[in-house]
Nanobody, 114 residues
Framework: QVQLVESGGGLVQPGGSLRLSCAVS????????MGWYRQFPGKGRELVARITSAGTEYEDSVKGRFTISTDSAKDTIDLQMNSLKPEDTAVYYC?????????YGKGTPVTVSS
């Protein structure tokens, strides 16, 4: 069973930055896909950013503002979020895939408001 624990969410003013981190049980080299999703109130989850064997991709609205990275020494998946906007307010979920199984963490809320 893969366990994912997100941290780093919180309240930030528009234009501010946050760094989300996802601690993964096991080695990140085990996973074929690693990424972050978000869920707006009353809506389904949407992809924010992910890393696969084909490379890195971002949802259009976060390109140039968000950066996904991994730390193999710490086995974490990180999301640096800059120039945050109120419309980025959501619950952010870490995601990994191994073979044909996908796993989400419990999520960390991000609120962008003045």
């Amino acid at each position: 069973q893969v366990q994912l624990v997100e941290s780093g969410g919180g309240l930030v003013q528009p234009g501010g930055s946050l760094r989300l981190s996802c601690a993964v049980s096991g080695s990140i080299f085990s996973f074929s896909t690693m990424g972050w999703y978000r869920q707006f109130p009353g809506k389904g989850r949407e992809l924010v950013a992910r890393i696969t064997s084909a490379g890195t991709e971002y949802e259009d609205s976060v390109k140039g503002r968000f950066t996904i990275s991994t730390d193999s020494a710490k086995d974490t998946i990180d999301l640096q979020m800059n120039s945050l906007k109120p419309e980025d307010t959501a619950v952010y979920y870490c995601y990994v895939q191994i073979l044909r199984s996908g796993y989400y963490g419990k999520g960390t809320p991000v609120t962008v408001s003045s």
